[in-house]
């Protein structure tokens, strides 16, 4: 074969590798989090982004209406709508990436649990997500009337008017309040398999079988108490002192739902980023998001492909960045 053909081939070749790359890259899905709807320009953004980055598609599911049903519908009902939703959309039915914001990360991982019938999730996203419970409803810090709900709302979080009609009383855990939460909460005690007589092994074989788990807390996080919940850290039962890490904690050492078959695999990233709840900035969107939303078939095949493409690649990213594509400012500004 002449030099010319053998580069026409390698030409060819390459294309169809890029061909494959483009039919096969697996889509992903965003969970916002309270407070906001799909439509809003972080969210959009945020979306839009990422999809633009990794170079697949992203879809945002919307439950209810958004900000007003995102307060006031039970968590159980959001997983349900969220289940449908997922199953109904087409493009999923091979598998999806998740990204859950916030209250989106545990809906998220309701999906991921009990949703029957839908497709995997591979890699799982979660960016400042209340997996272990928060001990403070996140709306309100000082003002008298905020205190005054704040205490209202705590002497009456677990009963069934207020789990029926304020979403966060799903996962507020009161460490000193340990049998009413798990007598009342109707959500994360099922969500994290903590009651023994009810507890699921399918919970827990679904989210072991993840690909990654990427667990992003925020470290200057005031929304959500205490912010290490973020990587299923959390207070001892009975104090609110001091804060165990995820390793200590009884959902970890008799691993309710496989975090720690997936964090002895080497599965879980626990990542600790600036910012306060959900201020993440482009660049460690692109670090800590991005790589999972690539699709892995393709890219590992390009890589052990060419090396050359290799040193393209990083490049032209080195390129994009000269241009502008690394602004370091917080893109989402969400009061959840
Ligand atoms: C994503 O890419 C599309 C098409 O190139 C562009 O129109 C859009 O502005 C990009 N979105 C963002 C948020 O940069
Ligand atoms: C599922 O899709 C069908 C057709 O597109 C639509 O009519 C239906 O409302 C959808 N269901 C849900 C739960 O989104
Ligand atoms: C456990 O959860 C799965 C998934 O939702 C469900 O299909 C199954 O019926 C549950 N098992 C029990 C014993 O409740
Ligand atoms: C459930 O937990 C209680 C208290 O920790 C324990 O006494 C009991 O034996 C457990 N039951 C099962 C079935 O594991
Ligand atoms: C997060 O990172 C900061 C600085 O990078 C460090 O001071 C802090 O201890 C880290 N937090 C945890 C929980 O590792």
Not at 18 to 38: E, M, R, Y
Not at 46 to 75: A, H, K, R
Not at 135 to 162: Q, R
Request: net charge negative.
């Amino acid at each position: 074969m002449s030099s010319r053909t053998l580069t026409t081939a390698a030409f060819i070749f390459l294309c169809t590798l890029t061909l494959i790359a483009l039919t096969q890259s697996v889509p992903f899905i965003v969970l916002h989090g309270i407070g906001d709807k799909c439509s809003s320009q972080g969210v959009t953004k945020f979306t839009e982004l990422l999809s633009n980055w990794s170079g697949s598609q992203g879809y945002c599911i919307e439950i209810g209406d958004g900000v007003w049903d995102s307060w006031t519908m039970p968590l159980l009902e959001q997983t349900a709508i969220a289940c449908e939703k997922v199953k109904n959309i087409s493009e999923l039915s091979e598998g999806y990436n998740l990204v859950g914001l916030s209250q989106g990360t545990v809906i998220g991982r309701g999906v991921v649990e009990w949703c029957d019938g839908a497709p995997p999730v591979k890699n799982f996203i979660s960016l400042a997500g209340m997996h272990a419970g928060i001990a403070s409803i996140p709306f309100c810090k000082s003002e008298w009337l905020c205190v005054l709900l704040d205490t209202l709302i705590k002497s009456e979080v677990y009963s069934s008017y207020v789990q029926d009609h304020l979403a966060p009383s799903g996962y507020l855990k009161i460490p000193t309040d340990i049998s009413a939460y798990l007598k009342g909460c109707k959500f994360l005690p099922k969500l994290n398999n903590e009651i023994n007589s009810t507890r699921n092994s399918t919970y827990k074989e679904r989210f072991a079988s993840l690909q990654n788990l990427v667990l992003i807390m925020f470290e200057q996080d005031t929304v959500l108490v205490p912010k290490e919940t973020s990587w299923f850290g959390y207070y001892p039962d009975g104090a609110f002192d001091p804060i165990l890490p995820a390793q200590e904690t009884l959902l970890y050492t008799e691993d309710w739902i496989g975090l720690k078959i997936l964090d002895e695999a080497g599965k879980v990233k626990f990542i600790n980023v600036s910012g306060n709840h959900l201020q993440i900035s482009q660049s460690d969107m692109k670090k800590h998001i991005v790589p999972y939303l690539e699709d892995e078939a393709s890219t590992q095949m390009m890589r052990s492909e060419t090396s050359s493409y290799k040193w393209l690649s990083s490049t032209w990213n080195f390129l994009l960045e000269l241009v502008g594509f690394s602004e370091d400012i917080p893109l989402l500004h969400t009061m959840d």
